[in-house]
Protein backbone atom coordinates (compact mmCIF):
# COMPACT_ATOMS: atom_id res chain seq x y z
CA UNK A 1 0.00 0.00 0.00
CA UNK A 2 1.13 3.76 -0.56
CA UNK A 3 1.01 4.53 2.93
CA UNK A 4 3.04 1.18 3.88
CA UNK A 5 5.64 2.66 1.58
CA UNK A 6 5.62 6.31 2.88
CA UNK A 7 6.10 5.06 6.14
CA UNK A 8 9.30 3.24 5.33
CA UNK A 9 10.58 6.73 4.17
CA UNK A 10 10.18 7.94 8.21
CA UNK A 11 12.86 4.59 9.73
CA UNK A 12 15.50 6.06 6.12
CA UNK A 13 18.18 3.30 7.53
CA UNK A 14 15.42 0.09 6.15
CA UNK A 15 14.60 1.87 2.84
CA UNK A 16 18.62 2.80 1.51
CA UNK A 17 20.32 -0.34 2.53
CA UNK A 18 21.41 -3.14 0.45
CA UNK A 19 19.95 -6.40 2.01
CA UNK A 20 17.59 -7.80 -0.18
CA UNK A 21 15.24 -8.53 3.06
CA UNK A 22 15.00 -4.62 3.61
CA UNK A 23 11.34 -2.98 4.32
CA UNK A 24 10.02 -6.62 4.87
CA UNK A 25 8.49 -5.87 8.37
CA UNK A 26 5.23 -4.30 9.04
CA UNK A 27 5.00 -1.48 11.95
CA UNK A 28 7.92 0.06 11.12
CA UNK A 29 6.65 2.94 13.25
CA UNK A 30 8.55 0.97 15.92
CA UNK A 31 12.00 1.46 14.08
CA UNK A 32 12.29 5.38 15.53
CA UNK A 33 13.91 5.95 18.55
CA UNK A 34 11.59 7.49 21.01
CA UNK A 35 12.63 10.37 23.50
CA UNK A 36 14.95 13.29 23.33
CA UNK A 37 17.65 12.30 25.49
CA UNK A 38 18.90 8.67 24.10
CA UNK A 39 18.18 10.20 20.56
CA UNK A 40 20.93 13.08 21.33
CA UNK A 41 23.17 9.96 22.15
CA UNK A 42 22.48 8.76 18.89
CA UNK A 43 20.27 6.07 20.23
CA UNK A 44 22.66 4.21 22.04
CA UNK A 45 20.70 3.78 25.47
CA UNK A 46 20.51 0.34 25.73
CA UNK A 47 23.39 0.46 28.52
CA UNK A 48 22.74 3.72 30.41
CA UNK A 49 18.90 2.94 30.67
CA UNK A 50 18.64 4.85 33.77
CA UNK A 51 15.47 7.31 33.29
CA UNK A 52 11.82 6.34 32.13
CA UNK A 53 13.12 6.14 28.65
CA UNK A 54 14.32 2.59 29.53
CA UNK A 55 10.88 1.09 28.58
CA UNK A 56 11.58 2.02 25.18
CA UNK A 57 15.04 0.58 24.67
CA UNK A 58 15.77 -2.13 27.60
CA UNK A 59 12.95 -2.72 29.86
CA UNK A 60 14.99 -3.15 32.91
CA UNK A 61 16.37 -0.06 33.15
CA UNK A 62 13.11 0.82 35.24
CA UNK A 63 14.07 -0.85 37.84
CA UNK A 64 16.96 1.93 38.04
CA UNK A 65 14.05 4.46 38.36
CA UNK A 66 14.23 5.56 41.69
CA UNK A 67 11.20 7.97 42.01
CA UNK A 68 8.25 8.47 39.93
CA UNK A 69 9.04 9.53 37.07
CA UNK A 70 7.15 11.24 33.39
CA UNK A 71 8.01 11.44 30.06
CA UNK A 72 5.87 13.58 27.47
CA UNK A 73 8.10 14.02 23.90
CA UNK A 74 6.52 15.91 20.97
CA UNK A 75 8.37 14.85 17.79
CA UNK A 76 8.54 16.92 14.62
CA UNK A 77 8.73 14.68 11.57
CA UNK A 78 8.82 14.94 7.38
CA UNK A 79 5.65 16.02 6.08
CA UNK A 80 3.57 16.99 8.55
CA UNK A 81 3.79 13.79 10.06
CA UNK A 82 3.29 14.36 14.32
CA UNK A 83 5.13 11.42 16.13
CA UNK A 84 4.35 12.16 19.75
CA UNK A 85 5.48 9.79 22.91
CA UNK A 86 4.19 9.31 26.79
CA UNK A 87 6.05 6.89 29.26
CA UNK A 88 5.62 6.43 33.47
CA UNK A 89 7.50 4.39 35.49
CA UNK A 90 6.68 3.86 39.28
CA UNK A 91 8.91 2.23 41.49
CA UNK A 92 8.00 0.45 44.31
CA UNK A 93 10.32 -0.92 47.53
CA UNK A 94 9.61 -4.38 47.19
CA UNK A 95 7.01 -5.17 44.14
CA UNK A 96 9.71 -3.83 41.72
CA UNK A 97 9.01 -1.15 39.03
CA UNK A 98 5.59 -0.74 37.01
CA UNK A 99 5.58 1.55 33.57
CA UNK A 100 3.19 2.55 30.95
CA UNK A 101 4.34 3.42 27.41
CA UNK A 102 2.81 4.94 24.43
CA UNK A 103 4.10 5.52 21.10
CA UNK A 104 1.73 7.52 18.27
CA UNK A 105 2.67 8.29 14.62
CA UNK A 106 0.12 9.64 12.51
CA UNK A 107 -1.01 12.14 9.58
CA UNK A 108 -3.81 13.52 8.16
CA UNK A 109 -5.00 14.88 5.12
CA UNK A 110 -3.23 12.34 2.46
CA UNK A 111 -4.63 12.35 -1.21
CA UNK A 112 -6.80 9.86 -2.49
CA UNK A 113 -7.13 8.48 -5.72
CA UNK A 114 -8.64 5.56 -7.29
CA UNK A 115 -7.58 6.01 -10.69
CA UNK A 116 -4.69 7.98 -12.40
CA UNK A 117 -5.95 11.91 -12.10
CA UNK A 118 -5.32 14.75 -11.39
CA UNK A 119 -8.04 15.99 -9.14
CA UNK A 120 -7.82 13.29 -5.56
CA UNK A 121 -11.24 11.79 -4.75
CA UNK A 122 -10.95 13.34 -1.28
CA UNK A 123 -8.03 12.80 1.72
CA UNK A 124 -7.91 10.23 4.54
CA UNK A 125 -5.69 10.06 7.27
CA UNK A 126 -3.03 7.25 8.54
CA UNK A 127 -1.97 6.23 12.47
CA UNK A 128 -0.07 3.91 14.37
CA UNK A 129 -0.14 3.24 18.02
CA UNK A 130 1.82 1.17 20.58
CA UNK A 131 0.35 0.54 23.76
CA UNK A 132 3.21 -0.50 26.16
CA UNK A 133 2.82 -2.24 29.91
CA UNK A 134 6.20 -2.65 31.70
CA UNK A 135 7.65 -4.46 34.68
CA UNK A 136 11.07 -4.87 36.04
CA UNK A 137 12.88 -5.64 38.76
CA UNK A 138 16.31 -6.49 40.75
CA UNK A 139 16.82 -10.03 40.81
CA UNK A 140 20.65 -9.91 42.22
CA UNK A 141 22.41 -6.77 43.32
CA UNK A 142 23.98 -6.01 40.44
CA UNK A 143 21.31 -7.59 37.80
CA UNK A 144 18.41 -5.96 36.57
CA UNK A 145 15.50 -7.97 34.06
CA UNK A 146 12.58 -6.55 32.93
CA UNK A 147 9.99 -6.81 30.47
CA UNK A 148 7.27 -5.04 28.15
CA UNK A 149 3.62 -5.87 26.62
CA UNK A 150 2.76 -4.40 23.60
CA UNK A 151 -0.33 -3.75 21.46
CA UNK A 152 0.25 -2.44 18.36
CA UNK A 153 -2.52 -0.86 16.39
CA UNK A 154 -2.53 0.84 12.86
CA UNK A 155 -5.07 2.50 10.42
CA UNK A 156 -4.82 3.59 7.23
CA UNK A 157 -8.32 4.81 5.95
CA UNK A 158 -10.81 2.72 6.72
CA UNK A 159 -8.21 -0.38 7.39
CA UNK A 160 -6.81 -0.95 10.67
CA UNK A 161 -4.57 -3.93 11.73
CA UNK A 162 -3.69 -4.89 15.18
CA UNK A 163 -0.69 -7.18 16.73
CA UNK A 164 0.72 -7.91 19.83
CA UNK A 165 4.63 -8.37 20.94
CA UNK A 166 6.88 -7.96 24.31
CA UNK A 167 10.54 -6.77 24.63
CA UNK A 168 12.63 -8.28 27.48
CA UNK A 169 15.75 -7.21 28.69
CA UNK A 170 18.81 -7.47 31.45
CA UNK A 171 21.15 -4.27 32.83
CA UNK A 172 23.90 -5.41 34.51
CA UNK A 173 26.42 -3.87 36.51
CA UNK A 174 29.70 -5.11 36.16
CA UNK A 175 32.67 -5.73 38.18
CA UNK A 176 34.04 -2.32 36.46
CA UNK A 177 32.96 0.47 38.63
CA UNK A 178 30.56 2.76 36.83
CA UNK A 179 30.63 0.28 33.51
CA UNK A 180 27.22 -1.37 32.74
CA UNK A 181 26.11 -3.65 30.05
CA UNK A 182 22.53 -4.37 28.83
CA UNK A 183 20.93 -6.80 26.38
CA UNK A 184 17.52 -6.65 25.04
CA UNK A 185 15.17 -8.78 22.68
CA UNK A 186 12.67 -6.14 21.01
CA UNK A 187 9.11 -6.54 18.49
CA UNK A 188 9.28 -10.79 19.06
CA UNK A 189 5.45 -10.99 19.02
CA UNK A 190 2.48 -11.62 16.03
CA UNK A 191 3.03 -10.84 11.94
CA UNK A 192 0.45 -7.71 11.68
CA UNK A 193 -1.92 -8.05 8.72
CA UNK A 194 -3.72 -5.29 6.41
CA UNK A 195 -6.04 -7.14 4.86
CA UNK A 196 -5.00 -9.98 2.87
CA UNK A 197 -0.84 -9.32 3.84
CA UNK A 198 0.39 -10.06 6.23
CA UNK A 199 4.32 -9.00 7.43
CA UNK A 200 6.09 -9.50 10.69
CA UNK A 201 7.17 -7.11 13.32
CA UNK A 202 10.25 -5.39 13.46
CA UNK A 203 12.45 -8.19 15.68
CA UNK A 204 15.60 -6.28 17.22
CA UNK A 205 18.11 -7.63 19.36
CA UNK A 206 20.23 -4.76 21.22
CA UNK A 207 23.55 -4.92 23.21
CA UNK A 208 25.05 -1.98 24.79
CA UNK A 209 27.62 -0.53 26.99
CA UNK A 210 27.30 2.88 29.18
CA UNK A 211 29.53 4.15 31.68
CA UNK A 212 29.69 6.72 33.89
CA UNK A 213 32.86 9.02 34.73
CA UNK A 214 32.44 11.36 37.67
CA UNK A 215 34.65 14.15 36.41
CA UNK A 216 34.21 16.60 38.98
CA UNK A 217 31.73 16.65 42.11
CA UNK A 218 29.77 18.71 40.06
CA UNK A 219 30.20 17.01 36.37
CA UNK A 220 29.78 13.62 35.46
CA UNK A 221 30.27 12.59 31.26
CA UNK A 222 28.17 9.21 30.12
CA UNK A 223 29.39 7.01 27.42
CA UNK A 224 27.58 4.86 25.09
CA UNK A 225 27.53 1.98 22.83
CA UNK A 226 25.05 -0.20 20.83
CA UNK A 227 25.02 -2.62 18.43
CA UNK A 228 21.51 -3.53 16.67
CA UNK A 229 20.88 -6.59 14.95
CA UNK A 230 17.31 -5.88 13.42
CA UNK A 231 15.83 -9.15 11.60
CA UNK A 232 15.49 -6.88 8.29
CA UNK A 233 18.58 -4.88 7.80
CA UNK A 234 22.48 -4.74 8.42
CA UNK A 235 23.85 -4.67 12.18
CA UNK A 236 23.92 -1.17 13.26
CA UNK A 237 26.69 0.69 15.41
CA UNK A 238 25.05 3.81 17.70
CA UNK A 239 27.68 5.44 19.72
CA UNK A 240 27.01 9.08 22.10
CA UNK A 241 28.42 10.97 24.83
CA UNK A 242 26.51 13.39 27.50
CA UNK A 243 28.26 15.75 29.71
CA UNK A 244 25.96 17.52 32.74
CA UNK A 245 27.05 20.24 34.94
CA UNK A 246 25.21 20.95 37.75
CA UNK A 247 24.96 24.59 38.47
CA UNK A 248 24.24 26.63 41.76
CA UNK A 249 20.08 27.30 42.76
CA UNK A 250 19.37 22.98 41.76
CA UNK A 251 19.99 24.10 38.01
CA UNK A 252 21.65 21.54 35.55
CA UNK A 253 22.55 21.43 32.28
CA UNK A 254 23.47 18.38 29.69
CA UNK A 255 24.74 18.74 26.45
CA UNK A 256 24.67 14.97 24.03
CA UNK A 257 26.19 14.05 20.74
CA UNK A 258 26.34 10.46 19.08
CA UNK A 259 26.70 8.68 15.59
CA UNK A 260 24.90 5.89 13.92
CA UNK A 261 25.69 3.85 11.30
CA UNK A 262 23.39 2.44 7.91
CA UNK A 263 21.11 6.07 7.97
CA UNK A 264 24.40 7.76 6.52
CA UNK A 265 25.98 5.34 4.12
CA UNK A 266 22.67 6.29 1.70
CA UNK A 267 21.28 9.25 2.59
CA UNK A 268 24.81 11.78 2.90
CA UNK A 269 24.75 14.86 4.21
CA UNK A 270 24.64 14.82 7.98
CA UNK A 271 22.62 11.81 8.48
CA UNK A 272 24.07 9.66 11.00
CA UNK A 273 25.06 12.33 13.19
CA UNK A 274 22.73 13.27 16.69
CA UNK A 275 23.09 16.30 18.97
CA UNK A 276 20.69 17.28 21.79
CA UNK A 277 20.86 19.07 25.30
CA UNK A 278 19.20 19.39 28.17
CA UNK A 279 18.03 21.56 31.27
CA UNK A 280 16.50 20.53 34.46
CA UNK A 281 15.47 22.57 37.52
CA UNK A 282 14.10 20.47 40.97
CA UNK A 283 12.51 17.65 39.31
CA UNK A 284 11.89 19.32 35.78
CA UNK A 285 13.87 18.38 32.96
CA UNK A 286 13.25 19.66 29.45
CA UNK A 287 15.60 18.02 26.74
CA UNK A 288 16.01 18.52 22.69
CA UNK A 289 17.52 16.33 19.74
CA UNK A 290 18.26 17.14 16.49
CA UNK A 291 18.94 13.57 14.02
CA UNK A 292 19.16 14.67 10.33
CA UNK A 293 18.18 12.03 7.28
CA UNK A 294 20.33 13.88 4.98
CA UNK A 295 18.50 13.91 1.80
CA UNK A 296 15.43 13.85 3.25
CA UNK A 297 15.24 16.37 5.55
CA UNK A 298 16.22 17.17 10.00
CA UNK A 299 14.06 15.82 12.74
CA UNK A 300 13.48 16.85 15.93
CA UNK A 301 12.30 15.71 19.40
CA UNK A 302 11.58 17.71 22.65
CA UNK A 303 10.86 16.45 25.79
CA UNK A 304 9.73 16.95 29.40
CA UNK A 305 10.47 15.37 32.19
CA UNK A 306 8.97 15.26 35.55
CA UNK A 307 10.03 13.37 38.84
CA UNK A 308 7.54 12.66 41.28
Known amino acids: MPVLFLASL????????????VGTSGAV???????????????????????????????????????????????????????????????????????????????????????????????????????????????????????????????????SATAYAADAGVLWDTPLKNLSAGLSVQNAGTAIKFVSEEDPLPLNIKGGFGYIWQVTKKSELTGAFDINYPRDNDIMYNIGAEYRQVFPAEIAGSVRAGYKTVTQEKLGGNSGLTAGAGISWRQFN???????????????????????
Open 286 to 308: VDFAWVPYGLLGDTFRYSLNVKF
Open 29 to 159: FLKIAPGARPSGLGEAFGGVANDVNSIFYNPAGASRVRQPEFMAQYGVWFQSINYNVLGFVYPTETAGSFGLGIISLSMADIEKRTSDTEDPDGKFGASDFAYILCYARSVLSNLSAGVNFKLISQKIDTQ
Open 10 to 21: FCAAPLFAGRAD
